[in-house]
């Protein structure tokens, strides 16, 4: 008997035109948990029309985006509220679903991260008993 559920989520992606966005999230949110974080956090951002995202202060984890356009790969960096050290982001945006996901490496475990629309997450809710 299998005892654990894989599941997946794909989107083709296509370049931005230019003055286009690559995701539509001209207002959204970016949350992380996982990762050794005591809780999930979560940041307001917006992506412009250049594709450069904003956080919304107050910004205490001193999170920073970049996408590039041409793969619709996006990275980043947070300061771990634990460590006190800069931590990386990687992701991926999905430009069907309308969201972005991705990881960072916490100091003993892996962390999710999740870009898009607050009523999205989680994108894969867990199942109750």
């Known amino acids: ?6 599941e997946v ?4 992606y296509q370049p931005p035109g230019r003055n286009e966005r690559a995701l539509d999230l001209a207002s959204g949110v970016a949350i992380r948990e996982g990762g050794g ?3 999930p956090a979560t ?8 594709n ?5 202060p107050p910004n205490p984890d001193q999170l920073e985006l970049s996408l590039k356009t041409s793969t619709g790969l996006f990275e980043g ?3 771990s509220p634990v460590t006190g050290r800069a931590v990386v982001v990687k992701g ?6 309308g969201v972005g996901g991705g990881f960072f490496l916490g100091p003993n475990e892996t962390g999710s991260f999740y ?3 607050a009523g999205r997450f989680p994108l894969f809710p867990m199942e109750q008993p």
């Open 1 to 6: 008997m299998l005892t654990n559920r894989l």
């Open 9 to 12: 989520l794909g989107s083709r």
């Open 37 to 39: 974080l005591p809780e």
């Open 43 to 50: 940041n307001g951002i917006a992506l412009d029309r250049s």
């Open 52 to 56: 450069r995202f904003a956080v919304e």
């Open 77 to 79: 960096r947070i300061r």
């Open 92 to 97: 991926v945006v999905l430009q069907k679903p």
């Open 115 to 117: 870009l898009g629309p």
